[in-house]
């Protein structure tokens, strides 16, 4: 029941680290942080369709 349909909006670079904006219709905006090897991969790019799935207990909440 946590899962969405999004859509990378943005990938940027966070130190050994990249962040990833996902957005979509039917997905809350979300930012996974993810790594280098990870985005590779899975092939993601800004416009890549992806489904988020988010683990209640593993949500940290950080400033933007």
């Known amino acids: 029941r946590n899962t969405y349909a999004c859509t990378v909006t943005e990938i940027t ?37 992806v489904w988020a799935s988010v683990k209640a207990t593993d949500i940290t909440l950080v400033a933007l």
Do not use: K, Y
């Open 13 to 49: 670079a966070l130190g050994s680290r990249l962040r990833v904006l996902l957005t979509g219709a039917d997905c809350p905006a979300l930012v996974a942080e993810i790594t280098p090897e990870a985005a590779a991969d899975l092939a993601l790019r800004e416009g890549t369709p």
